[in-house]
Antibody, heavy 114, light 107 residues
Framework: QLQLQESGPGLVKPSETLSLTCTVS??????????WGWIRQPPGKGLEWIGN???????YYNPSLESRVTISVDTSKNQFSLKLTSVTAADTAVYYC??????WGQGTLVTVSS | DIQMTQSPSSLSASVGDRVTITCRAS??????LAWFQQKPGKGPNLLIY???TLQSGVPSRFSGSGSGTDFTLTISSLQPEDVATYYC?????????FGQGTKVDIK
């Protein structure tokens, strides 16, 4: 069955780059026509869509984050990744990866602090 | 960009009550709308997709309706385990914006 698992550092220093990877099992990123995306939730706040990437490789980003975000796919590893540059404390959140709207990972907390 | 507005932002109802949450899009999104439930300390759980299709395993007391700009999530008989925050999300085109959430608790 489909599973998505986020991985990456739980602590990132201010001004550095946050990097997360989502490993997909039970489906192939390169052969199915889905959007593979990232969502985040700051502590005590609502959900924020970060962006997604179509299986063909075309990315789409939240306009509020677009200047700092890159989402890419590694079909050889059946993974997709998120990079967020120049992070601040406001980027502290639980980060989720997802396939479309119907399947989500469990989420990973990333704290931005020195 | 299309904005998603949920109402109310919070509500309190009795067990067995019928509860309705509204999500309004600032422009038409056809039926590309999902509803999520998030219980305290947990990740979001999909309830409804394509505005009215119940996700497998979700109790039948949950239902969704609407198309275009106006959508509703209905809980036909509120249960104690339904205490949660509910979010709508549009996904017709990027950005896949979420509503601000509706917190539901028991009176």
């Amino acid at each position: 069955q489909l599973q998505l698992q986020e991985s990456g550092p739980g602590l990132v220093k201010p001004s550095e780059t946050l990097s997360l990877t989502c490993t997909v099992s039970g489906d192939s990123i390169s052969t199915t026509t889905y959007y593979w995306g990232w969502i985040r939730q700051p502590p005590g706040k609502g959900l924020e869509w970060i962006g997604n990437i179509y299986y063909s490789g075309t990315p789409y980003y939240n306009p509020s984050l677009e200047s700092r975000v890159t989402i890419s796919v590694d079909t050889s590893k059946n993974q997709f990744s998120l990079k967020l540059t120049s992070v601040t404390a406001a980027d502290t959140a639980v980060y989720y990866c997802a396939r479309g709207v119907r399947a989500w990972g469990q989420g990973t907390l990333v704290t931005v602090s020195s | 960009d299309i904005q998603m507005t949920q109402s109310p932002s919070s509500l309190s109802a009795s067990v067995g009550d019928r509860v309705t949450i509204t999500c309004r899009a600032s422009q038409g999104i056809s039926n590309y709308l999902a509803w999520f439930q998030q219980k305290p300390g947990k990740g979001p759980n999909l309830l409804i997709y394509l505005a009215s299709t119940l996700q497998s395993g979700v109790p039948s007391r949950f239902s969704g309706s609407g198309s275009g700009t106006d959508f509703t999530l209905t809980i036909s008989s509120l249960q104690p385990e339904d205490v949660a925050t509910y979010y709508c999300q549009k996904y017709n085109s990027a950005p896949w914006t979420f509503g601000q959430g509706t917190k539901v608790d028991i009176k």
